[in-house]
């Protein structure tokens, strides 16, 4: 994993947890930007709806990680669960 998500990965990657929650503001933080307005705003930038689609890059932090996203948008968070293998 390369890119400028790459410690949000790295975060994610070291983490014992089945589940880890996330503020924006905390990812923010990890990453050293702020995130777009896409995501601030629209639930699809952090999933994946379409399998037959390829990820866009950003989504590697977790899926490298091995965790899907769950974002509220409203309350501003996301919940990184592991995911089953």
Same mark, same amino acid.
């Given at each position: 994993?390369?890119?400028?998500?790459?410690?949000?990965?790295?975060?994610?990657?070291?983490?014992?947890?089945?589940?880890?929650?996330?503020?924006?503001?905390?990812?923010?933080?990890?990453?050293?930007?702020?995130? *777009?307005?896409? !995501?601030?705003?629209?639930?699809?930038?952090?999933?994946?709806?379409? $399998?037959?689609?390829? @990820? *866009?890059?950003? !989504?590697?932090?977790?899926?490298?990680?091995?965790?899907?996203?769950? $974002?509220?948008?409203? @309350?501003?968070?996301?919940?990184?669960?592991?995911?089953?293998?």
């Amino acid at each position: 994993m390369s890119g400028e998500y790459q410690p949000l990965y790295k975060y994610l990657d070291n983490r014992y947890a089945n589940v880890v929650v996330l503020t924006f503001s905390q990812i923010e933080s990890l990453i050293g930007f702020s995130l *777009p307005d896409p !995501a601030r705003l629209h639930a699809g930038w952090w999933t994946h709806p379409d $399998p037959d689609t390829p @990820a *866009p890059g950003y !989504a590697d932090a977790w899926i490298l990680a091995r965790r899907t996203a769950q $974002p509220n948008v409203l @309350a501003r968070t996301v919940v990184f669960e592991r995911a089953c293998m």
